[in-house]
Protein backbone atom coordinates (compact mmCIF):
# COMPACT_ATOMS: atom_id res chain seq x y z
CA UNK A 1 0.00 0.00 0.00
CA UNK A 2 1.43 3.31 -0.86
CA UNK A 3 0.51 6.25 1.03
CA UNK A 4 0.43 9.91 -0.60
CA UNK A 5 1.38 12.85 1.50
CA UNK A 6 -1.01 15.91 0.65
CA UNK A 7 0.38 19.13 1.89
CA UNK A 8 -2.30 22.19 2.85
CA UNK A 9 -2.89 24.12 0.05
CA UNK A 10 -1.69 27.67 1.55
CA UNK A 11 1.61 25.31 1.40
CA UNK A 12 1.39 24.19 -1.67
CA UNK A 13 0.80 27.87 -3.31
CA UNK A 14 3.75 29.22 -1.25
CA UNK A 15 6.04 26.36 -2.49
CA UNK A 16 4.58 27.27 -6.27
CA UNK A 17 5.31 30.92 -5.53
CA UNK A 18 8.96 30.70 -4.45
CA UNK A 19 9.44 28.15 -6.83
CA UNK A 20 12.24 29.85 -8.81
CA UNK A 21 14.02 31.32 -5.69
CA UNK A 22 14.26 27.77 -4.47
CA UNK A 23 15.55 26.65 -7.12
CA UNK A 24 17.91 29.41 -7.61
CA UNK A 25 19.28 29.20 -4.17
CA UNK A 26 19.66 25.52 -4.65
CA UNK A 27 21.89 25.74 -7.73
CA UNK A 28 23.86 28.30 -5.89
CA UNK A 29 24.70 26.00 -2.74
CA UNK A 30 25.36 23.11 -5.06
CA UNK A 31 27.91 25.35 -7.07
CA UNK A 32 29.63 27.19 -3.99
CA UNK A 33 29.52 23.93 -2.16
CA UNK A 34 31.53 21.71 -5.03
CA UNK A 35 33.93 24.68 -5.31
CA UNK A 36 34.40 25.30 -1.56
CA UNK A 37 34.97 21.74 -0.69
CA UNK A 38 37.42 20.80 -3.23
CA UNK A 39 39.00 24.07 -2.66
CA UNK A 40 39.53 23.15 1.13
CA UNK A 41 40.36 19.40 0.81
CA UNK A 42 42.49 19.11 -1.97
CA UNK A 43 43.90 23.02 -3.19
CA UNK A 44 44.62 24.32 0.29
CA UNK A 45 46.41 21.09 1.79
CA UNK A 46 48.53 20.71 -1.16
CA UNK A 47 49.74 24.57 -2.00
CA UNK A 48 50.35 24.30 1.24
CA UNK A 49 52.42 21.43 1.57
CA UNK A 50 54.16 22.87 -0.77
CA UNK A 51 55.05 26.25 0.53
CA UNK A 52 55.94 24.22 4.01
CA UNK A 53 58.40 21.85 1.81
CA UNK A 54 60.34 25.22 0.56
CA UNK A 55 60.43 27.30 3.62
CA UNK A 56 61.18 25.10 6.39
CA UNK A 57 61.31 27.01 9.21
CA UNK A 58 59.09 30.05 8.31
CA UNK A 59 55.30 29.27 9.65
CA UNK A 60 54.66 32.89 8.51
CA UNK A 61 54.56 31.95 4.41
CA UNK A 62 53.19 28.92 5.31
CA UNK A 63 49.89 30.24 7.15
CA UNK A 64 49.74 33.78 5.05
CA UNK A 65 49.62 31.43 2.09
CA UNK A 66 46.71 28.85 3.47
CA UNK A 67 44.59 32.28 4.53
CA UNK A 68 44.97 33.73 1.39
CA UNK A 69 43.96 30.48 -0.46
CA UNK A 70 40.80 30.40 2.06
CA UNK A 71 39.67 33.66 1.09
CA UNK A 72 40.43 33.01 -2.43
CA UNK A 73 38.60 29.41 -2.54
CA UNK A 74 35.72 31.40 -0.67
CA UNK A 75 35.25 34.10 -3.14
CA UNK A 76 35.36 31.84 -6.36
CA UNK A 77 33.18 29.32 -4.88
CA UNK A 78 30.85 33.00 -4.47
CA UNK A 79 31.23 33.70 -8.38
CA UNK A 80 30.44 29.59 -9.34
CA UNK A 81 27.40 30.17 -7.07
CA UNK A 82 26.23 32.94 -8.55
CA UNK A 83 26.87 31.03 -12.13
CA UNK A 84 25.29 28.31 -11.06
CA UNK A 85 21.95 30.07 -10.11
CA UNK A 86 21.95 31.45 -13.32
CA UNK A 87 22.86 35.21 -12.60
CA UNK A 88 26.11 34.99 -14.66
CA UNK A 89 24.86 36.82 -17.84
CA UNK A 90 24.30 39.62 -14.91
CA UNK A 91 28.38 39.62 -14.21
CA UNK A 92 28.70 39.62 -17.95
CA UNK A 93 26.31 42.44 -19.04
CA UNK A 94 27.22 44.60 -16.48
CA UNK A 95 31.23 45.00 -17.66
CA UNK A 96 30.79 48.94 -17.14
CA UNK A 97 29.76 48.25 -13.59
CA UNK A 98 32.12 45.83 -12.53
CA UNK A 99 35.33 48.05 -14.04
CA UNK A 100 34.19 50.69 -12.73
CA UNK A 101 34.10 49.24 -8.60
CA UNK A 102 37.79 46.89 -9.58
CA UNK A 103 39.10 50.99 -10.24
CA UNK A 104 37.32 52.83 -7.03
CA UNK A 105 38.46 49.28 -5.19
CA UNK A 106 41.86 49.33 -6.71
CA UNK A 107 42.44 53.48 -5.56
CA UNK A 108 41.02 53.19 -1.92
CA UNK A 109 42.91 50.28 -1.25
CA UNK A 110 46.36 51.51 -2.74
CA UNK A 111 48.18 52.08 0.78
CA UNK A 112 46.66 48.45 1.60
CA UNK A 113 48.04 46.38 -1.00
CA UNK A 114 51.66 48.57 -0.78
CA UNK A 115 51.64 47.34 2.51
CA UNK A 116 51.08 43.87 1.92
CA UNK A 117 53.11 43.62 -0.92
CA UNK A 118 55.94 44.95 1.43
CA UNK A 119 55.30 42.81 3.84
CA UNK A 120 55.42 39.54 1.66
CA UNK A 121 58.87 40.75 0.73
CA UNK A 122 59.67 40.73 4.28
CA UNK A 123 58.27 37.46 5.14
CA UNK A 124 60.06 35.79 2.32
CA UNK A 125 63.37 37.24 3.00
CA UNK A 126 65.02 34.51 4.93
CA UNK A 127 67.26 37.04 7.00
CA UNK A 128 64.07 38.30 8.48
CA UNK A 129 61.72 36.04 11.18
CA UNK A 130 58.97 36.12 13.57
CA UNK A 131 59.80 37.97 16.45
CA UNK A 132 62.82 40.34 15.32
Given at each position: MVY???LPEWLTELL???DQVLSELFW???GFAIVYLVGQIVLVPLATRAVRSRNRNNA???TATETYLRVAVIGFA???GIIGAGYGRVLSESAVIIAALTFALGIAGQQVFGSLVSGMFLVADPDFNVGD
Amino acid sequence: MVYQITLPEWLTELLSAYDQVLSELFWFAVGFAIVYLVGQIVLVPLATRAVRSRNRNNATIETATETYLRVAVIGFAVLTGIIGAGYGRVLSESAVIIAALTFALGIAGQQVFGSLVSGMFLVADPDFNVGD
